[in-house]
């Protein structure tokens, strides 16, 4: 799979695509990954990206033509913009893009991008949740890493991909290591027991309690 980001930060990039996971991908051949910079697409003096809001306000706005020009440049590809006013990002949309050939990875900055680009360029938009980033470069990475690992034999343990968070639309179960006590703190007896049974039950139970008082949404009952 190529993925092209879209980004007037390109060095964003390099530290986080050569850690763990997503630098096995790139090195096995699974993964590649090209920065395509809106600057390199502009052709005034001072490389001009954003712009004045039209009717008036505060902040800038990043304009369409270098945005355009660098989307041209990535060829053709599932297009994906990050924004707040974005559908929340979820595991069902990175299994589906880690099917695709090519993902194109739109990151905005300033105030937001001028409208026509979501309207006329862009696929879909997701948002990494209800907060504010500087712009989309860390959610570019988040979408990344989540996508690297989900590629054919870029995991150890195929799975421990279906063995994870959203399984059956429920949390986890916690997980415990050796040792058995420490500081006082002792892990659950049931896992100390050997009894296989009791110990998928018990994990059953503790994804489901946890899944009520966390993520009530996730049972569909939104209390
Ligand atoms: C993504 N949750 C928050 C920042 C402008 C499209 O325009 C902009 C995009 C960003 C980056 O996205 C986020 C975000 N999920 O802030 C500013």
């Given at each position: 799979m190529k993925v092209s980001v879209i980004t007037i930060f390109p060095d964003f990039f390099p530290g986080p695509l050569g850690?763990?996971?997503v630098a096995r991908a790139i090195e096995q051949d699974a993964l590649s990954v090209e920065c395509i910079d809106p600057r390199a697409f502009t052709d005034d003096l001072h490389r001009t990206v954003d712009d004045a809001p039209?009717?008036?306000g505060?902040?800038?706005?990043?304009k369409i033509e270098p945005i355009a020009d660098a989307l041209d440049a990535a060829g053709p590809?599932?297009?994906v913009m990050f924004t707040p006013a974005g559908a929340p990002l979820s595991q069902e949309h990175l299994d589906r893009w880690a099917g695709e050939a090519h993902l194109v990875l739109l990151c905005g900055r300033y105030e937001g991008?001028?409208?026509?680009?979501?309207?006329?360029?862009?696929?879909e938009e997701v948002s990494l949740g209800d907060f504010v980033l500087a712009g989309g470069e860390v959610a570019a990475?988040?979408?990344?890493?989540?996508v690297a690992r989900l590629l054919p034999g870029v995991l150890g343990?195929?799975?421990s991909i279906e063995h994870e968070s959203f399984r059956d639309g429920?949390?986890?179960e916690p997980q415990y290591t050796r040792p058995a006590e420490f500081r006082g703190w002792r892990v659950p007896d049931v896992l100390l027991s050997g009894n296989h049974a009791a110990v998928d039950e018990w994990r059953h139970e503790e994804r489901v309690r946890r899944t009520r008082e966390r993520r009530p949404d996730l049972l569909g009952d939104s209390s």
């Amino acid at each position: 799979m190529k993925v092209s980001v879209i980004t007037i930060f390109p060095d964003f990039f390099p530290g986080p695509l050569g850690i763990s996971i997503v630098a096995r991908a790139i090195e096995q051949d699974a993964l590649s990954v090209e920065c395509i910079d809106p600057r390199a697409f502009t052709d005034d003096l001072h490389r001009t990206v954003d712009d004045a809001p039209f009717g008036g306000g505060a902040g800038m706005v990043m304009k369409i033509e270098p945005i355009a020009d660098a989307l041209d440049a990535a060829g053709p590809g599932r297009r994906v913009m990050f924004t707040p006013a974005g559908a929340p990002l979820s595991q069902e949309h990175l299994d589906r893009w880690a099917g695709e050939a090519h993902l194109v990875l739109l990151c905005g900055r300033y105030e937001g991008i001028d409208q026509r680009v979501a309207d006329h360029l862009i696929d879909e938009e997701v948002s990494l949740g209800d907060f504010v980033l500087a712009g989309g470069e860390v959610a570019a990475l988040a979408v990344i890493e989540g996508v690297a690992r989900l590629l054919p034999g870029v995991l150890g343990n195929p799975s421990s991909i279906e063995h994870e968070s959203f399984r059956d639309g429920l949390l986890e179960e916690p997980q415990y290591t050796r040792p058995a006590e420490f500081r006082g703190w002792r892990v659950p007896d049931v896992l100390l027991s050997g009894n296989h049974a009791a110990v998928d039950e018990w994990r059953h139970e503790e994804r489901v309690r946890r899944t009520r008082e966390r993520r009530p949404d996730l049972l569909g009952d939104s209390s």
